[in-house]
């Protein structure tokens, strides 16, 4: 489950955008992820930072812990920063990596959708 507000290691993250992300691939609309902007501020109330990141779904038939999360959105975990989450310092650099993280998805997309 993904949060709009959420506390994490001494810091607060507040989402300060989210937007879907969906593609036409093959003649059919493909739903990407949810690219989100999270605010990062220390328990000051100064601002840190900005992660930027793709929210994911779990796929059918995932089980966390005992519970069946199929189709729930899901942050990515630390192994997968880096190639779905990243950090910025400025929100004009955290919007500028959330273009490349959706170009660099719709290109992987594109290439399995012509295999």
């Known amino acids: 489950m993904v949060y709009n507000k959420f506390k994490k290691e001494g ?31 220390s328990t000051e109330d100064i601002l840190v930072g900005y992660e930027v990141v793709l929210i994911r779904k779990h796929p059918q038939g995932k089980i966390v812990f005992g519970k069946d999360v199929s189709g729930q959105d899901f942050y990515p975990g630390s192994s997968d920063w880096g190639k779905y989450g990243f950090t910025a310092y400025t929100l004009d650099k955290a919007r500028e990596v959330g273009k490349i993280l959706i170009d660099r998805k719709r290109k992987n997309m594109e290439k399995y959708a012509t295999k």
């Not at 989402?15 to 605010?39: C, H, K, P, Q």
């Open 11 to 41: 810091y607060q993250y507040s989402v300060i955008e989210r937007s879907t992300v969906s593609e036409l691939i093959n003649g059919e609309m493909t739903l990407m992820g949810d690219l989100a902007i999270y605010s990062q501020t």
